[in-house]
């Protein structure tokens, strides 16, 4: 990594399985969940911004909003791509929003070992990938985007295609926690 390193935090969604409590808000901790992220971020020097609701974000963080309003992950990551300016040899982190755990170190090993040619996705103990915990060249993310064209209502899944092969960066299964259901939330403010 030796550009400057951006994050998009996916912070959108209806929150059908919360009974449309906004899950990025909802405290883990005594904190938003979408904030822990963010600090996490800052702990590493990425410059975070939030695609999606600003409720909960920590104030002086930029959101902005996809086009149309839930219109899907990738349109998020997209949205949020064309708001940050190009630069050479950048590092973009991907995170989801309602992912309380996920620490600085996974943050730093994902952005050190993401190439023009391999994203690094988090993998829990299952061997799980989570695109939402990744990190991207960005001229690679940005040259992937153009390819898959309308983003809209299209399956995050696109961004890693057929050919690309990921590096797996292997993490404790709390850090890949999102709280998607009370449920979930209920194990989140156990750990």
């Keep these: 990594m030796s550009g400057p390193l951006r994050a998009i935090v996916l912070a959108g969604g209806r929150s059908s399985r919360m009974a449309g409590r906004h899950k990025p ?26 695609v999606g609701e600003a409720d909960g974000v920590p104030a002086g963080t930029p959101v902005i909003r996809e086009d149309p309003p839930f219109s899907g992950p990738l349109a998020a990551v997209a949205a949020g791509l064309r708001a940050l300016e190009a630069r050479a040899g950048g590092v973009i982190l991907l995170l989801g929003g309602d992912m309380p755990f996920v620490s600085p170190a996974t943050l730093r090993r994902l952005a050190e070992s993401a190439s023009a040619a391999r994203p690094a996705l988090a993998v829990d103990p299952d061997g799980r990938a989570q695109p939402l915990c990744a990190a991207w060249d960005e001229a690679a993310l940005r040259e992937r985007l153009a390819t898959i064209g309308d983003p809209v209502n299209r399956p995050l899944r696109l961004l890693l295609g057929e050919s690309l092969a990921p590096v797996h960066i292997p993490v404790l299964a709390p850090e890949l926690l999102d709280v998607d259901t009370p449920d979930d939330l209920r194990e989140a403010e156990d750990l």
């Design 25 to 50: 808000a909802i405290p883990v901790g005594g904190v938003p969940i979408v904030a822990r992220g963010i600090a996490a971020l800052r702990l590493i020097g990425a410059e975070p911004l939030v």
